[in-house]
């Protein structure tokens, strides 16, 4: 017989190689002649606990919520039970990963990611404005 | 199998399964009820001095949400508006989530919550509303004489 504490031991402790379960953010992906835009909802993530990476061609989009909760509060009613988002796309060819540029404002991450006129597919580092 | 009367929709299957599952668990729910689902998603928590409601509403502007407590019940509507270009040929709309338009919910909130001692703030796409409960509802320690 499991005791509660052994219990969300195992659901904390995360296997080796799986990423920890987390939220998918939805998000809008508009396409125009220079590049692409996408919009995704991250409410309760502040700007220093979002992170951007292009890994490859393979977008990802994670960040942390950042609530205040008072002290000594237990959730009475939870629609929203995780508090981390992830999301990841993969990008085509002719899409500069490294031109990406991103805002985050009101818990909306707007991203623009620009063709390139040249594939030349790269790792970088994407800083976030 | 009365069910199979009709052709099944594997995602009216899925949405039937959940509300079975959900009326097994939660068989005696708020006589309004506490929709799940919807925009926008809500978190409620209970401390001892005071009731939070979040509401997890990115995108707006803080001043056009309209939150209201009127006997106990919270509503929090507003509106999200459309930030999409208008779609022509030179603009491909390739995915489409996020939600926008007129919102409205509603929370049923504890009998002991003090109307006159609510605040509301929003940050980082969350609203957080904090109700304090009243003084006589507080835990408090009884001095025997």
Avoid: C, W
Wanted: charged letters at 25%.
């Amino acid at each position: 017989m499991n005791t509660v504490a052994q219990l969300n031991e195992q659901r904390d402790t995360v296997p080796a190689g799986r990423p920890e379960p987390a939220l998918l953010p939805p998000v809008d992906v508009v396409e125009d002649a220079t590049g692409i835009t996408l919009y995704a909802d991250l409410p309760g993530v502040p700007k220093d606990k979002l992170s951007l990476r292009v890994d490859g061609d393979q977008l990802t989009v994670e960040g942390d919520m950042a609530l205040a909760l008072p002290q000594g509060m237990a959730a009475s009613h939870a629609e929203v039970t995780l508090s981390r988002y992830r999301r990841t796309f993969t990008l085509s060819k002719e899409l500069d990963a490294d031109k990406v540029s991103a805002e985050l404002s009101n818990g909306v991450l707007r991203l623009r990611i620009p063709k390139a006129d040249h594939a030349q597919p790269r790792k970088i580092n994407v800083q976030v404005n | 199998m009365y069910r199979s009367l009709f052709s099944r929709d594997v995602f009216a299957e899925l949405d039937r399964l959940q509300r079975d599952l959900q009326s097994a668990f939660d068989y005696s729910p708020a006589i309004r009820g506490l929709g799940r689902g919807g925009f926008p998603a809500l978190n409620v928590g209970t401390a001892p001095t005071s009731v939070d409601v979040f509401a997890f509403a990115p995108g707006l502007d803080p001043s056009s949400i309209d939150v209201n407590l009127d006997r106990g019940v919270l509503t929090i509507a507003g509106e999200r508006k459309e930030t999409l270009p208008a779609s022509d040929e030179k603009t491909t709309l390739h995915i489409h989530e996020r939600p926008s338009g007129r919102f409205r919910r509603v929370v049923s909130l504890p009998d002991d919550v003090d109307p006159n001692a609510v605040s509301a703030s929003y940050r980082d796409g969350v609203l957080q509303v904090s109700i304090k409960r009243r003084e006589s509802a507080q835990p408090r320690r009884i001095t025997v004489q």
